[in-house]
């Protein structure tokens, strides 16, 4: 076993950075649709000994570098899934889950209580997001009667409140789709929101 | 259009996780308006994580730590989708409502309320326990904050509006740092006025006309 997974990582070790992001991303897709363990050995080989260089770097000592190491892997295991190669490649997606679990750990270690998390701070890049579709039936419910509200809106102001807060879109990115400057989209939500506000208050 | 961006090393040390945790939230929030910087980050964090990955990276073959470690994992169950949590995406002034970036958003609701600061300057404090002194500050059309400069560094992101400081024009988007090197003496002529999220690390120093009165009380001010 040991020395059979050393192998896999001196033939990791010839090949171009291309092929091996390639490479690796096929093993992610297989174990989010198979959990095959044999493709996690061979992520794990790769990215492992490398996370535990710069964990021990990062954190200064070797326990919490091997937990870091753990969290780390752990999440690339559990999240395969949302892993999409289209948005980058694994080195990146592991990345940057690693510097926000290591954001987390610095700041339990000093007792900050602080409501922040990495995870907003700095978003995980080449993840799916979240399917805004997939809300709970108490939500449900309630943006079904939001729909009958939006309904009512401007046409132009129900796009812009449709793409924010069904979609989930940010501000500019929805600037940039309609192609119309950040500060009208500010002033559609805005009135959007305003007249939201007061069919619901005549609702009371 | 957004002018004022953080400066590239900012951007390095936000991507590789170094920077400090009120950088850190005026980066990320300036980032879900900033196309141009968010694209820089993107590329920044594939080169650390190629410098971090690099196949030349010399590894030692895997020793049992490592494969009781990769048993341990693969025991592990798959993470469970995760339901977005409804949060309050905007914040309200007088009926009107200010939509914010994500990373603004779970701090809504450890915003206090509106206090009239000085004429037509209103404030809402953030609370952020030792990350800084954090505040919504609007100016409504006409509204201005007296002269003043920083004894420490002052963070201001513009979230709705323009305004302008004697310095410059800003609009929405727009980022600065300003310590005490700087005078200024921010006002909006902005229809819908101005929305700023800023985070100082002290209190401001007023160093025109009759506001140098206002020094003993600057701690009242956008503390
Ligand atoms: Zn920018």
Redesign the interface.
């Known amino acids: 076993?040991?020395?059979g997974?050393?192998l896999e990582?001196k033939q990791?070790?010839s090949?171009?950075?291309i092929e091996?992001a390639e490479e690796m991303s096929g093993y992610l897709r297989i174990v989010a649709s198979d959990?095959c363990?044999l493709s996690?050995?061979k992520i794990?080989?790769?990215?492992?000994?490398?996370?535990r260089?710069?964990a021990l770097k990062q954190m200064g000592n070797e326990a919490l570098a091997?937990e870091l190491?753990?969290d780390t892997?752990?999440?690339v295991?559990?999240?395969s899934?949302?892993f999409n190669s289209e948005k980058?490649?694994p080195?990146?997606w592991?990345?940057?889950i690693a510097?926000?679990l290591?954001?987390d750990m610095l700041?339990k270690q000093r007792n900050?209580?602080?409501?922040?998390?990495?995870d907003?701070?700095?978003?995980i890049?080449c993840e799916q997001t979240?399917?805004?579709n997939?809300?709970?039936l108490d939500?449900q419910v309630t943006m079904d009667e939001i729909g009958v509200l939006l309904d009512t809106l401007p046409e132009k102001q129900k796009l812009v409140i449709e793409a924010?807060?069904i979609d989930?879109k940010?501000?500019?990115e929805v600037a940039?789709e309609f192609d119309i400057p950040?500060?009208t989209v500010?002033?559609r939500?805005?009135l959007a929101?305003?007249r939201l506000?007061e069919m619901l208050k005549d609702d009371d | 259009m957004i002018s004022f961006h953080p400066k590239y090393t900012d951007l390095q040390a936000f991507s590789a996780g170094n920077c400090n945790t009120a950088m850190a939230l005026m980066i990320s929030a300036h980032l879900d308006m900033c196309q141009q910087c968010h694209h820089d980050c993107i590329d920044i964090q594939s080169e650390l994580a190629a410098d971090l990955f690099s196949l030349s990276t010399p590894t030692a073959p895997l020793d049992s730590q490592y494969l009781a470690m990769m048993s341990n994992i693969t025991d592990l169950p798959v993470a469970k989708s995760i339901v977005n949590e409804a949060i309050n995406t905007s914040i309200e002034l007088d009926g009107k409502y200010f939509e914010l970036p994500r990373v603004l958003r779970r701090h809504v609701k450890n915003t206090g309320n509106w206090s009239r600061l000085l004429g037509k300057v209103w404030q809402a404090p953030v609370e952020l326990g030792d990350i800084g002194k954090a505040n919504f500050i609007y100016m409504e059309k006409g509204g201005r904050v007296p002269e003043h400069t920083h004894r420490g560094s002052e963070m201001t992101l513009v979230v709705d509006g323009q305004y302008n400081d004697g310095i410059a024009e800003y609009d929405c988007g727009d980022f600065t740092i300003m310590n005490n090197q700087h005078k200024h003496l921010p006002h909006s002529e902005a229809d819908d006025g101005c929305l700023v999220f800023t985070i100082v690390d002290q209190p401001l120093h007023f160093t025109a006309g009759i506001a140098r009165l206002l020094n003993p009380f600057s701690h009242l001010f956008f503390k």
């Open positions: 076993m040991l020395v997974i050393s990582t990791i070790n090949i171009k950075p091996c959990r363990k996690f050995s794990f080989s790769y990215f492992a000994p490398r996370l260089s710069y091997m190491v753990q892997m752990s999440n295991w559990q999240k899934h949302l980058g490649s080195s990146t592991i990345f940057t510097r926000n290591r954001f700041r900050r209580k602080e409501d922040v998390c990495s907003d701070l700095w978003p890049l979240p399917d805004a997939e809300v709970s939500h924010i807060y989930g940010s501000q500019q940039d950040l500060g500010k002033s939500t805005r929101l305003q506000k």
